[in-house]
């Protein structure tokens, strides 16, 4: 069983940045990829970013190049820089871990809200 906790949401003007943390407990040495997706209300979860075991990083079309997704192995947590954000970006972010078990875990969301 893994656990994980958010940190870092808020609101900010755009053109700003944020970044956002994630930190996983329990099974740590399971831990297979990481990363983060979103939610509006009333709309299905996107894709953010995912980074692997080894540190391969996917984005979405929408944040390459404004997101960094980066992660501490050695304190289980992930990372998501957000720079340069947009209106557009408002929603609320969650975490996912994916073990090697296989599981999927999510995390409690964090609300990031963007004002123009």
């Known amino acids: 069983q893994v656990q994980l906790v958010e940190s870092g949401g808020g609101l900010v003007q755009a053109g700003g940045s944020l970044r956002l943390s994630c930190s996983a407990s329990g099974s740590g040495s399971s831990i297979n990829a990481m990363g983060w997706y979103r939610q509006a209300p009333g709309k299905q979860r996107e894709f953010v970013a995912r980074?692997?075991?080894?540190?391969?990083?996917n984005y979405a079309d929408s944040v390459k190049g404004r997101f960094t997704i980066s992660r501490d192995n050695a304190k289980n947590t992930v990372y998501l820089q957000m720079n340069s954000l947009k209106p557009e970006d408002t929603d609320i972010y969650y975490c996912?871990?994916?073990?090697?078990?296989?599981?999927?875990?999510w995390g409690q969301g964090t609300q990031v809200t963007v004002s123009s």
């Open positions: 996912f871990v994916s073990t090697y078990s296989p599981s999927l875990y």
């Open positions: 980074i692997s075991s080894v540190g391969i990083t």
